[in-house]
C-alpha cells in the first residue's frame, strides 16, 4: 500500500486510478502481442497458402509437359507401351484387339491393362472413342508421372525453405527424359514413379514411426515389384535400407505392406490366368530357359552408361555434378539407382526404357542438386553484401536459366528428337482412319510388321478386321479383305486403290466395293515358341 501511495505521488492519482492505468496498460500489451501473433499467423498463412498454389501450378506443367508427346505430337517408340497395355484393355472394353505373344502364352500380369480398361470406362462417360479415352489415359499416367515432382518439393522444402523446394521441382517437372517417357502406358514408367513415392514414403528426411505410412510405404514396394518384376533388387535395397537397425514392429509393418499387395496380385493372375504368380512364372522360364528376350536383340554390358551420356550430351556434365551433389542429401536414391544401373546391365537384352526407374531417381536427385547449389549461391551473394531477397532471386533466376538450357539440350538432342518422330505418321494416318467412313476390312503395307506400327484397335477403334501382307503377293491375294489400305509402299493400280490422304510417309488409299471374308492371321510367336507351341 506505502509502495502505491509513492508511486500516485510521483505520478500523481490515486491508487485506485494506478491501478486502473495498470490494467490498461496490460491490456494495451496483450492487445499489441495479440495483433504481432495473428500477424505471424497470417503471414505463415499465406506463406503456406502460396506455396500450395505455386506446387499446383508445377504440378500442372509437368502434366501438360507430358502430354505433349502423347496427344500434341503422338510417337511410340516400342510397340509393348501399346499392345502390352492399351490393347488388352482395349480388347476387354470393347471387344477389338490384336493378342500380342505375351497375352497369348499369359507371360503377362493384367494389373496395368485392367487400370487402361477402367480408364477407357470412365472416358465412355463423356464419349465414346479414341478422342475421349487417349486423352482420359493420358492424363491419368501424366498424373502419375508429375508425383515425383511433389515429393522432390516435399524432400527439398525442410531443407532449402519453399524457394528452393519450388525450383527442385521445377528441374523435375521440366526435365526432358521424364517429359518424353512420363505419360507412356509402359511398366517402366508406372513402377520408376511407384518407386520414388515409396521411397519418400519410407524415407521423407525424418524418421517415420506411423505403422500407417510404414504399411503404405511396403504396399507400393510391392506394387513396383508387382508392376516391373525386374526391379526386386532395388526394392531390397529399399527396404532394407530404411530398416535397417529399426525395431521388429517398422519392419513388420513395411513387409505386411509388400505382402498385401502381392496377395492381391497372387488373386489376380489366378482369375485371369489359372495359379497364382503364373505371369512371373512364364516370363522367367520363357525368358531365361527358353532365351525368347535375347531374339529381340543383345547389347554390351556398357550399353546403358554410355547410351545415357550420349542422349545427355552436352549436359552431361550438368547432370553428374548435380546428381552428385543430392545424392549427399538423399544417397538412397543413388543407390538404388545405381542398382537398377547394375542389374539391367547384366541382362542381355537391353533397351533404353528399361532404366526409365533409374533415370526418374537420378533426376530428382538433380533437383536437389540444383536447389542446393542455388542456396549456396544465394548465400555467397548475401556475403558479398547484398540484400537477402535480391540474392535469393539472383540465384533462383541462375538456377532456373542454367537447368532450362541443360534440358533444352536433351529434348533437341539426336536420340529424343529421333523418338518424337517413331510412329508418328501411322499413328497419325491410324487415327484418320478412326474419323473416317467404317471400313469393311482395314489392310497395312509397306512397313514389315505394320501391325506394330499403327496401334492395333486402339487407334483404329474399328470392329474391321486387319491384315498386313508381307509382299505384293500376299497384298494381291488378301486385297479383297479390305477396302482401306494404309502403306508406305504403293500398291499395283490393278488392285484398285486409289490414295485419299497422306500423312508424312503414310498414305491412305481406298477402293470400291464390298470386302470378301478372310481370316485374320493371329499375331506371331518368338522363334523359340514357335515349336512349343506346336506341341
Known amino acids: 500500500m506505502q509502495r502505491e501511495l509513492l508511486i500516485s505521488s510521483l505520478i500523481g492519482g490515486s491508487p485506485l486510478l494506478l491501478k486502473r492505468r495498470s490494467a490498461s496498460f496490460r491490456a494495451i500489451r496483450s492487445g499489441v502481442l495479440a495483433a504481432a501473433e495473428c500477424k505471424q499467423r497470417f503471414t505463415r498463412f499465406l506463406s503456406r497458402r502460396s506455396a500450395k498454389f505455386a506446387l499446383a501450378l508445377l504440378v500442372a506443367l509437368a502434366i501438360l509437359l507430358r502430354l505433349q508427346p502423347i496427344l500434341v505430337e503422338p510417337s511410340a517408340v516400342w510397340p509393348d507401351e501399346i ?119 519410407l524415407e521423407p ?72 504368380f503364373a505371369s512371373v512364372w512364364r516370363y ?63 541382362i542381355a537384352h537391353k533397351e533404353y526404357r528399361f532404366i526409365y526407374p533409374a533415370i526418374v531417381a537420378v533426376t530428382v536427385l538433380a533437383g536437389v542438386g540444383l536447389a542446393q547449389m542455388a542456396s549456396w549461391a544465394r548465400e555467397w551473394l548475401i556475403g558479398r553484401t547484398m540484400a537477402g531477397t535480391a540474392a535469393a532471386a539472383i540465384s533462383a533466376a541462375l538456377a532456373v536459366a542454367w537447368w532450362g538450357v541443360a534440358s533444352s539440350q ?18 497419325a494416318a491410324a487415327s484418320f482412319v478412326a474419323h473416317g467412313p467404317a471400313p469393311c476390312g482395314v489392310g497395312l503395307y509397306g512397313l514389315g510388321d505394320d501391325w506394330k506400327a499403327y496401334g492395333g484397335y486402339t487407334y483404329f477403334h474399328r470392329p474391321a478386321p486387319m491384315y498386313w501382307p508381307k509382299d505384293e503377293a500376299a497384298l494381291a491375294a488378301t486385297a479383297g479383305a479390305f477396302d482401306t489400305l494404309l502403306y508406305t509402299k504403293p500398291p499395283p493400280a490393278a488392285l484398285g486403290f486409289a490414295t485419299a490422304h497422306c500423312i508424312g510417309e503414310v498414305c491412305i488409299a481406298q477402293r470400291a466395293g464390298s470386302c470378301r471374308t478372310v481370316p485374320m492371321i493371329p499375331l506371331p510367336l518368338p522363334d523359340p515358341l514357335v515349336e512349343l507351341a506346336r506341341r
Not at 414 to 421: I, K, P
Open 205 to 276: 528426411g525424418y524418421p517415420v514411426i506411423s505403422r500407417r505410412r510404414l504399411f503404405v510405404g511396403g504396399a507400393l514396394l510391392g506394387l513396383v515389384l508387382a508392376t516391373r518384376v525386374q526391379l526386386a533388387p532395388a526394392v531390397a535395397v529399399a527396404m532394407l535400407w530404411t530398416n535397417w537397425r529399426a525395431d521388429r514392429g517398422r519392419l513388420a509393418a513395411t513387409v505386411a505392406g509388400v505382402a498385401a499387395i502381392l496377395a492381391a496380385v497372387g488373386v489376380l493372375d489366378t482369375l485371369t490366368l489359372g495359379y497364382p
Open 83 to 201: 499392345f502390352q497395355t492399351s490393347e488388352p484393355a482395349h480388347r476387354l472394353v470393347f471387344g477389338s484387339g490384336l493378342v500380342a505373344w505375351e497375352f497369348q502364352l499369359g507371360v503377362r500380369s493384367w494389373i496395368l491393362p485392367g487400370v487402361i480398361a477402367g480408364l477407357m470406362e470412365l472416358s465412355r462417360i463423356i464419349g465414346n472413342g479414341p478422342d475421349y479415352y487417349l486423352p482420359v489415359i493420358a492424363v491419368g499416367f501424366a498424373s502419375l508421372a508429375a508425383v515425383p515432382v511433389v515429393c522432390c518439393f516435399l524432400w527439398c522444402r525442410p531443407l532449402f525453405g519453399i524457394t528452393g523446394a519450388l525450383l527442385a521441382g521445377f528441374a523435375v517437372a521440366i526435365a526432358a527424359e521424364p517429359v518424353y517417357f512420363g505419360a507412356r502406358t509402359l511398366s517402366e514408367a508406372v513402377a520408376g514413379h511407384l518407386l520414388v513415392v515409396a521411397i519418400w514414403v
Open 284 to 346: 522367367v522360364l520363357y525368358n531365361v530357359l527358353y532365351g525368347v528376350s535375347s531374339t529381340f536383340g543383345v547389347e554390351p554390358w556398357p550399353y546403358y552408361l554410355l547410351g545415357e551420356l550420349g542422349v545427355w550430351g552436352g549436359a552431361g556434365a550438368t547432370m553428374l555434378l548435380l546428381t552428385a551433389i543430392g545424392a549427399w542429401r538423399l544417397p538412397l536414391l543413388l543407390v538404388v539407382s545405381v542398382v537398377i544401373l547394375a542389374v539391367h546391365s547384366g
Open 410 to 427: 536433351v529434348w533437341n538432342g539426336a536420340t529424343l528428337t529421333a523418338y518424337r518422330r517413331w510412329m508418328h505418321d501411322s499413328l
